[in-house]
Protein backbone atom coordinates (compact mmCIF):
# COMPACT_ATOMS: atom_id res chain seq x y z
CA UNK A 1 0.00 0.00 0.00
CA UNK A 2 2.66 2.29 -0.57
CA UNK A 3 3.62 3.30 -4.11
CA UNK A 4 1.91 6.06 -5.25
CA UNK A 5 -1.36 5.14 -7.77
CA UNK A 6 -2.53 8.33 -8.43
CA UNK A 7 -4.97 6.72 -11.45
CA UNK A 8 -6.93 4.65 -8.80
CA UNK A 9 -7.66 7.12 -6.11
CA UNK A 10 -8.19 4.31 -4.53
CA UNK A 11 -7.65 5.35 -6.60
CA UNK A 12 -7.30 2.34 -5.23
CA UNK A 13 -6.33 3.19 -8.33
CA UNK A 14 -8.19 1.60 -11.26
CA UNK A 15 -9.99 -0.63 -17.29
CA UNK A 16 -11.40 0.08 -20.45
CA UNK A 17 -11.00 -1.56 -23.83
CA UNK A 18 -11.20 -0.66 -27.01
CA UNK A 19 -12.00 2.77 -27.22
CA UNK A 20 -13.45 4.96 -30.23
CA UNK A 21 -10.66 4.80 -32.44
CA UNK A 22 -11.79 0.94 -33.22
CA UNK A 23 -15.71 2.13 -33.77
CA UNK A 24 -14.25 4.56 -36.13
CA UNK A 25 -12.25 2.24 -38.38
CA UNK A 26 -14.88 -0.54 -38.20
CA UNK A 27 -17.49 2.30 -39.30
CA UNK A 28 -15.55 4.04 -42.36
CA UNK A 29 -14.38 0.05 -43.30
CA UNK A 30 -18.15 -0.83 -43.70
CA UNK A 31 -19.17 2.18 -45.19
CA UNK A 32 -16.41 2.23 -48.03
CA UNK A 33 -17.20 -1.48 -48.63
CA UNK A 34 -20.61 -0.76 -49.22
CA UNK A 35 -19.73 2.48 -51.36
CA UNK A 36 -19.99 0.92 -54.78
CA UNK A 37 -22.79 -0.79 -54.67
CA UNK A 38 -25.29 1.79 -52.45
CA UNK A 39 -26.62 3.24 -55.70
CA UNK A 40 -27.59 0.17 -57.56
CA UNK A 41 -29.32 -1.49 -53.97
CA UNK A 42 -32.49 -1.68 -52.68
CA UNK A 43 -32.02 0.07 -49.67
CA UNK A 44 -33.01 -2.54 -47.23
CA UNK A 45 -29.84 -4.69 -48.63
CA UNK A 46 -27.21 -2.34 -48.05
CA UNK A 47 -25.47 -3.34 -44.75
CA UNK A 48 -25.96 -1.22 -41.55
CA UNK A 49 -22.78 -0.43 -39.98
CA UNK A 50 -22.54 -0.49 -36.40
CA UNK A 51 -20.25 -0.20 -33.59
CA UNK A 52 -17.57 -2.26 -32.38
CA UNK A 53 -19.39 -4.09 -29.01
CA UNK A 54 -16.21 -3.61 -27.09
CA UNK A 55 -16.17 0.18 -27.92
CA UNK A 56 -15.90 2.08 -24.86
CA UNK A 57 -17.87 4.90 -24.15
CA UNK A 58 -16.57 6.01 -20.79
CA UNK A 59 -14.40 9.23 -21.43
CA UNK A 60 -11.86 8.39 -18.34
CA UNK A 61 -11.65 4.79 -19.66
CA UNK A 62 -10.80 5.82 -22.98
CA UNK A 63 -8.08 8.38 -21.87
CA UNK A 64 -6.81 5.80 -19.78
CA UNK A 65 -6.38 2.89 -22.00
CA UNK A 66 -4.24 5.42 -23.95
CA UNK A 67 -2.64 5.66 -27.87
CA UNK A 68 -3.41 2.86 -30.16
CA UNK A 69 -0.13 3.62 -31.98
CA UNK A 70 3.13 1.23 -30.93
CA UNK A 71 4.64 3.55 -28.62
CA UNK A 72 2.89 6.23 -26.34
CA UNK A 73 3.59 8.35 -23.33
CA UNK A 74 1.12 8.52 -20.11
CA UNK A 75 1.38 10.81 -17.01
CA UNK A 76 -0.91 10.10 -13.94
CA UNK A 77 -0.74 12.80 -11.02
CA UNK A 78 -2.28 12.65 -7.76
CA UNK A 79 -3.26 15.43 -5.22
CA UNK A 80 -4.08 14.33 -1.26
CA UNK A 81 -4.43 17.47 0.34
CA UNK A 82 -5.29 18.82 3.53
CA UNK A 83 -8.45 18.87 5.49
CA UNK A 84 -11.31 21.32 4.27
CA UNK A 85 -11.44 23.46 7.36
CA UNK A 86 -7.40 23.95 6.77
CA UNK A 87 -6.64 23.20 3.06
CA UNK A 88 -3.29 24.76 3.14
CA UNK A 89 -1.88 23.05 5.72
CA UNK A 90 0.93 20.54 5.38
CA UNK A 91 -0.70 18.37 7.70
CA UNK A 92 -3.77 15.66 6.71
CA UNK A 93 -5.89 14.28 8.73
CA UNK A 94 -5.56 10.34 9.72
CA UNK A 95 -9.75 10.14 10.13
CA UNK A 96 -9.24 5.83 9.15
CA UNK A 97 -6.00 5.64 11.31
CA UNK A 98 -3.93 5.03 8.22
CA UNK A 99 -0.81 3.42 9.18
CA UNK A 100 1.97 5.10 8.05
CA UNK A 101 -0.07 8.48 8.27
CA UNK A 102 -1.20 10.02 5.05
CA UNK A 103 0.68 13.01 3.78
CA UNK A 104 -0.01 15.93 1.66
CA UNK A 105 1.89 14.65 -1.42
CA UNK A 106 1.72 15.52 -5.38
CA UNK A 107 2.55 12.26 -7.09
CA UNK A 108 2.40 11.01 -9.97
CA UNK A 109 3.77 7.87 -12.48
CA UNK A 110 5.63 8.68 -16.14
CA UNK A 111 5.80 5.36 -18.04
CA UNK A 112 7.03 4.77 -21.96
CA UNK A 113 4.11 2.14 -23.07
CA UNK A 114 4.68 0.03 -26.30
CA UNK A 115 1.46 -2.17 -27.43
CA UNK A 116 2.14 -5.38 -27.82
CA UNK A 117 -1.08 -6.06 -29.57
CA UNK A 118 -4.30 -4.34 -29.43
CA UNK A 119 -5.12 -5.25 -26.00
CA UNK A 120 -2.16 -5.19 -24.62
CA UNK A 121 0.48 -2.99 -23.44
CA UNK A 122 3.68 -2.99 -21.65
CA UNK A 123 4.86 -0.14 -19.62
CA UNK A 124 8.10 1.27 -17.97
CA UNK A 125 8.49 4.47 -15.62
CA UNK A 126 9.33 6.16 -12.97
CA UNK A 127 7.33 7.90 -10.42
CA UNK A 128 7.55 11.26 -8.73
CA UNK A 129 6.74 12.90 -5.60
CA UNK A 130 7.05 16.01 -3.67
CA UNK A 131 5.47 16.38 0.30
CA UNK A 132 3.54 19.62 1.16
CA UNK A 133 3.85 21.10 -2.74
CA UNK A 134 2.07 24.23 -1.79
CA UNK A 135 3.19 25.07 1.58
CA UNK A 136 7.12 24.65 0.79
CA UNK A 137 8.26 21.50 -1.29
CA UNK A 138 9.83 18.53 0.63
CA UNK A 139 11.61 15.49 -0.47
CA UNK A 140 10.84 15.75 -4.02
CA UNK A 141 12.14 13.29 -5.86
CA UNK A 142 12.16 10.67 -8.99
CA UNK A 143 11.36 7.68 -7.60
CA UNK A 144 9.94 4.30 -7.04
CA UNK A 145 11.18 3.48 -10.72
CA UNK A 146 8.37 0.45 -12.09
CA UNK A 147 7.50 -2.14 -14.98
CA UNK A 148 4.04 -3.28 -15.75
CA UNK A 149 2.19 -5.43 -18.42
CA UNK A 150 -1.41 -4.55 -18.73
CA UNK A 151 -4.22 -6.19 -20.77
CA UNK A 152 -8.01 -4.82 -21.39
CA UNK A 153 -11.25 -7.81 -22.77
CA UNK A 154 -14.52 -7.85 -22.36
CA UNK A 155 -16.70 -10.50 -21.04
CA UNK A 156 -20.20 -10.03 -23.08
CA UNK A 157 -20.89 -6.35 -22.01
CA UNK A 158 -18.37 -6.24 -19.08
CA UNK A 159 -15.08 -4.29 -19.87
CA UNK A 160 -12.09 -5.41 -18.15
CA UNK A 161 -8.55 -4.79 -17.36
CA UNK A 162 -5.57 -6.06 -15.79
CA UNK A 163 -2.55 -4.67 -14.68
CA UNK A 164 0.49 -6.49 -13.11
CA UNK A 165 2.73 -3.93 -11.93
CA UNK A 166 6.72 -4.39 -9.98
CA UNK A 167 7.71 -1.11 -8.60
CA UNK A 168 11.35 -0.38 -6.60
CA UNK A 169 11.00 1.46 -4.08
CA UNK A 170 13.29 4.79 -3.88
CA UNK A 171 10.84 7.43 -2.20
CA UNK A 172 11.82 9.08 1.06
CA UNK A 173 8.97 7.57 3.16
CA UNK A 174 9.32 4.13 2.00
CA UNK A 175 12.81 4.02 1.93
CA UNK A 176 13.30 5.09 5.27
CA UNK A 177 11.42 2.72 6.51
CA UNK A 178 12.62 -0.21 5.42
CA UNK A 179 10.36 -0.64 2.26
CA UNK A 180 12.41 -2.36 -0.96
CA UNK A 181 9.96 -3.75 -3.38
CA UNK A 182 6.27 -3.85 -4.04
CA UNK A 183 3.86 -6.60 -6.69
CA UNK A 184 0.75 -5.34 -7.21
CA UNK A 185 -2.10 -7.26 -9.11
CA UNK A 186 -5.12 -5.13 -9.43
CA UNK A 187 -7.92 -5.35 -12.27
CA UNK A 188 -11.18 -3.06 -13.08
CA UNK A 189 -13.86 -4.40 -14.51
CA UNK A 190 -17.32 -2.31 -15.16
CA UNK A 191 -20.58 -1.95 -17.46
CA UNK A 192 -21.78 1.15 -19.55
CA UNK A 193 -25.37 1.54 -18.80
CA UNK A 194 -27.35 3.51 -22.25
CA UNK A 195 -28.65 6.18 -19.13
CA UNK A 196 -24.76 7.04 -19.21
CA UNK A 197 -24.41 5.74 -15.60
CA UNK A 198 -20.96 3.36 -15.69
CA UNK A 199 -20.62 0.96 -12.48
CA UNK A 200 -17.38 -0.28 -11.79
CA UNK A 201 -14.85 -2.59 -9.41
CA UNK A 202 -11.52 -2.13 -8.67
CA UNK A 203 -9.65 -4.46 -6.76
CA UNK A 204 -6.07 -5.03 -6.24
CA UNK A 205 -3.68 -7.25 -4.13
CA UNK A 206 -0.09 -5.78 -3.25
CA UNK A 207 2.88 -7.42 -1.27
CA UNK A 208 6.05 -5.62 -0.44
CA UNK A 209 9.70 -6.30 0.90
CA UNK A 210 11.79 -4.95 3.21
CA UNK A 211 15.39 -4.21 4.13
CA UNK A 212 17.11 -7.36 5.61
CA UNK A 213 19.09 -5.24 7.85
CA UNK A 214 18.56 -2.02 9.72
CA UNK A 215 16.51 -0.95 12.71
CA UNK A 216 12.81 -0.65 11.28
CA UNK A 217 9.46 0.37 12.90
CA UNK A 218 7.45 -3.08 12.13
CA UNK A 219 4.52 -1.20 13.03
CA UNK A 220 4.94 0.93 9.72
CA UNK A 221 6.08 -1.66 7.10
CA UNK A 222 2.65 -3.04 5.20
CA UNK A 223 3.55 -6.76 4.31
CA UNK A 224 0.12 -6.89 2.35
CA UNK A 225 -2.89 -5.13 1.50
CA UNK A 226 -6.26 -5.71 -0.38
CA UNK A 227 -8.00 -3.08 -1.83
CA UNK A 228 -11.73 -3.27 -3.12
CA UNK A 229 -13.12 -0.17 -4.56
CA UNK A 230 -16.98 0.27 -6.07
CA UNK A 231 -17.79 2.89 -7.60
CA UNK A 232 -20.37 5.07 -10.28
CA UNK A 233 -20.26 7.54 -12.68
CA UNK A 234 -22.72 9.35 -14.63
CA UNK A 235 -21.93 11.47 -18.27
CA UNK A 236 -23.69 14.71 -17.78
CA UNK A 237 -22.33 15.28 -21.19
CA UNK A 238 -19.46 14.37 -23.31
CA UNK A 239 -17.17 17.09 -20.88
CA UNK A 240 -18.31 16.44 -16.86
CA UNK A 241 -19.36 13.33 -15.49
CA UNK A 242 -20.09 13.48 -11.85
CA UNK A 243 -18.33 10.62 -10.20
CA UNK A 244 -17.93 8.72 -6.87
CA UNK A 245 -15.76 5.97 -5.12
CA UNK A 246 -15.94 4.15 -2.61
CA UNK A 247 -12.80 2.43 -0.91
CA UNK A 248 -12.15 -0.62 1.16
CA UNK A 249 -8.88 -1.32 2.14
CA UNK A 250 -7.65 -4.22 4.92
CA UNK A 251 -3.86 -4.20 5.67
CA UNK A 252 -1.63 -6.60 7.13
CA UNK A 253 1.44 -4.61 8.78
CA UNK A 254 4.50 -6.83 9.61
CA UNK A 255 4.35 -6.58 13.56
CA UNK A 256 1.23 -8.54 13.97
CA UNK A 257 2.28 -12.16 14.68
CA UNK A 258 -0.88 -13.80 13.29
CA UNK A 259 -0.48 -13.66 9.50
CA UNK A 260 -4.74 -13.69 8.96
CA UNK A 261 -5.37 -10.73 11.26
CA UNK A 262 -5.62 -7.71 8.98
CA UNK A 263 -5.97 -3.55 9.88
CA UNK A 264 -9.98 -2.41 8.85
CA UNK A 265 -9.10 1.55 8.64
CA UNK A 266 -13.03 3.31 8.03
CA UNK A 267 -14.34 2.98 4.43
CA UNK A 268 -14.19 6.30 2.83
CA UNK A 269 -15.78 7.78 -0.44
CA UNK A 270 -14.85 10.04 -2.86
CA UNK A 271 -17.49 12.37 -4.53
CA UNK A 272 -16.33 14.77 -7.18
CA UNK A 273 -16.74 15.97 -10.83
CA UNK A 274 -14.93 13.93 -13.60
CA UNK A 275 -13.48 16.34 -16.69
CA UNK A 276 -12.82 15.09 -20.17
CA UNK A 277 -10.60 18.05 -21.36
CA UNK A 278 -9.68 16.61 -24.66
CA UNK A 279 -9.49 12.95 -25.55
CA UNK A 280 -5.87 13.21 -24.26
CA UNK A 281 -6.99 14.24 -20.63
CA UNK A 282 -9.24 13.75 -17.84
CA UNK A 283 -9.09 15.17 -14.62
CA UNK A 284 -11.19 14.25 -11.44
CA UNK A 285 -11.26 16.60 -8.81
CA UNK A 286 -13.14 15.55 -5.60
CA UNK A 287 -14.14 15.47 -1.71
CA UNK A 288 -12.76 12.37 0.61
CA UNK A 289 -14.75 11.64 3.65
CA UNK A 290 -15.61 8.49 5.73
CA UNK A 291 -19.37 9.06 5.69
CA UNK A 292 -19.56 5.19 7.39
CA UNK A 293 -17.03 5.70 10.46
CA UNK A 294 -18.90 5.79 14.41
CA UNK A 295 -17.70 9.98 14.04
CA UNK A 296 -19.62 12.32 11.96
CA UNK A 297 -18.25 13.90 8.53
CA UNK A 298 -16.73 17.30 9.11
CA UNK A 299 -14.61 19.77 7.68
CA UNK A 300 -11.63 18.89 9.47
CA UNK A 301 -11.64 14.93 8.81
CA UNK A 302 -12.85 15.84 4.90
CA UNK A 303 -10.21 16.29 2.47
CA UNK A 304 -10.10 17.51 -0.98
CA UNK A 305 -8.07 16.18 -4.11
CA UNK A 306 -7.51 16.09 -7.46
CA UNK A 307 -6.22 13.36 -10.14
CA UNK A 308 -5.16 13.20 -13.55
CA UNK A 309 -4.63 10.87 -16.67
CA UNK A 310 -2.18 12.30 -19.44
CA UNK A 311 -1.85 10.89 -22.80
CA UNK A 312 1.25 12.66 -24.19
CA UNK A 313 2.01 11.19 -27.21
Not at 57 to 74: D, F, Y
Not at 76 to 94: I, R
Not at 260 to 266: C, E, G, K, Q
Not at 269 to 288: D, M, P
Request: charged residues 15%; glycine residues 8%.
Amino acid sequence: MRAYKPSMVRSPSSCRRMPLVGATLTLTFALVATRGQADDAPASQIPAATLSPEAVQNARMATLEGSKSPWSGQFQLSYSGSSLNHPFSEKAPNPGHEIPEPLVTLSGVFSARYRIDPKTTFGIGTGVITETPFQGPKHTSLSDPQIDVARSFSVGPIHNRVDVTLVQYTNHQSYQDGYRQQLDISSESFYECESGVTLGLAFSADGNTFASKGDYDKSKQTEYNFAVDPYVEYALNKTFNLRSVIGIVDYHNRDVPDPARYTHPAVYQTVGLGISATKSVFLYAFVKGRPYSDKPMTTQNTTAGFSAIINLF
